[in-house]
């Protein structure tokens, strides 16, 4: 019974995911048809699968949005039809952006970057540089797993280091470079969704995302210095002990090692680059756009490097056992597109409207932008994630006029995922660095990270409120 769950999953995601492109370009009725039943197939293969008890988030959005439904008077079936469509263009996303790591796993790219680094890494200063910065780099390929692999090149470094500075001082870039990346990185899904969503310039999204992330990172710095006093460890001597032992036992001098991290920067400009130059030329939707460029990527690369036969097996090994890992995610946007589509039946938008504005008659010196990041940090409290939160946020803010220019909406919700991310111990990022360093996501979170989440909502209010004055 559980292969058979197991293979109509996999069944289900793939129809959905070749569907879901095939009918962007060419729009059939009874493919439509078939693309909402795959998404139905999804979320039953997955309930079964998975078991309810680990889907409790897709369920109760489901619940939710079968109860606006009925309250509407909107018939069922037609709000599952239409419901199940309305998250398409994330479920495609989804499916796609994890192929990403067959490239990085072909060469030691990773390894390269680090082993290249280790000379120029020789003060804790420009360690958490580098670990914040290539934590947002490698998150353009793998999402939040860059907290984990940036993880294990600190371990291999600082593998003799233990205590709460030395885990302090390995945890906190990690977290708050991936928290950063969201502001600006390209294949992060919430980000790219909220761009679209808002009709925002892409180009702007990113240099505005950029510069705050670049601000963010300094002020991470500034805080990693008074937190080492506090701690009152010699990061920067027990670094260095540990780098010479690593240089010298190390093969990291091989010729391979430049050669590998041009070829990475090359990829890296390339994939990003071609998304950059198609938008500029084309008019295509980002969310389309962006995993069928990752798709075309993965194929050159491997017919380039003359592996088409590996290609072959990271496809039917992913379709056997890694296309069913992300069916939690799928299973979050389906049941999201049901609640959105669901709300967007009655007035719910024009009630958030005259709350609004109700808002801003008794408290003249506030408006919405205050109040945005908020609503995305309390989600996350509920163990929503970013991307959950940006789908149901997004949905709604795409719905309504607000008189603001659509970047600065952008940078305000973003802003909320990103401290959403550093404090929330329910969500993936903050679990995921819990369960590689072994601390509790309260500490990891909260404890470690308040201040410069406050400190990051002051920094992007002061931005968005000049822009808007």
Known sequence: MKNVTK?????????????????????????????????????????????????????????VGLVVLLTSGTPIIQGLYFGFLQMRNMVGLLIVVP????????????ESIVGFGNKLLNTSRKFYLGAISLTQVIAHFLLFGSIQMVHHFEDDILKNKHGEAWDHF????????????????ISIPSFVFVVEIMNASLYISIIQGFGMAVVGTIVALVFSYFEEKKYGVDITAGLQEELSEVLHTSKQHSP???????????????????????????????????????LIFII?????????????????????????????????????GIMIYALNQTNFARVVVDGIYSLQVTFPF????????????????????????????????????????????????????????????????????????????IKNGIIFNWKYALVLYVIVQVYVQVMVW
């Not at 059939?28 to 039953?44: D, K, R, Y």
């Not at 192929?99 to 990773?110: C, D, K, N, R, S």
């Not at 090692?257 to 939707?285: D, N, P, R, T």
């Open 7 to 63: 293979w109509g999953l996999s069944a289900s995601i793939i129809i959905y995911g070749v569907l879901h492109f095939i009918t962007y370009f060419y729009e059939q009725p009874l493919l439509i048809v078939i693309l909402s039943l795959a998404g139905v197939g999804i979320f039953l293969f997955s309930v079964v699968y998975v078991s309810p008890s680990k889907l409790k988030v897709p369920l109760a959005l489901l619940a």
């Open 99 to 110: 192929l990403i790591a067959w490239v990085l796993g072909e060469e030691p790219y990773m």
């Open 170 to 185: 390995k945890g906190t870039p990690l977290l708050r470079g991936f928290a950063l990346s969201t502001l600006w990185v």
């Open 256 to 294: 391979s090692l430049k050669q590998h991290l041009i070829e990475f920067i090359v990829l890296f400009l390339v994939l990003f680059g071609s998304i950059f130059a198609i938008q500029a030329f084309v008019s295509i939707e980002l969310l389309i756009l962006i995993p069928l460029a990752i």
């Open 300 to 336: 050159l690369y491997f017919v380039y490097k003359r592996r088409f036969s590996t290609l072959i097996r990271h496809g039917k090994k992913h379709v056997k056992q890694g296309i069913t890992v992300g069916s939690y995610q799928l299973c979050v946007m389906l049941g999201a």
């Open 366 to 441: 506030l408006n919405i932008l205050y109040l945005l990041p908020f609503i995305v940090i309390i989600l996350g409290f509920f163990g929503l994630g970013p991307l959950t939160t940006m789908a149901l946020v997004g949905g709604i803010l795409g719905s309504l006029q607000l008189p603001y220019p659509p970047e600065i909406i952008v940078l305000t919700v973003t802003s909320g995922s990103a401290i959403s991310i550093l404090l929330s111990p329910l969500i993936m990022p903050v679990i995921t660095l819990s369960s590689v360093n072994g601390l509790s996501g």
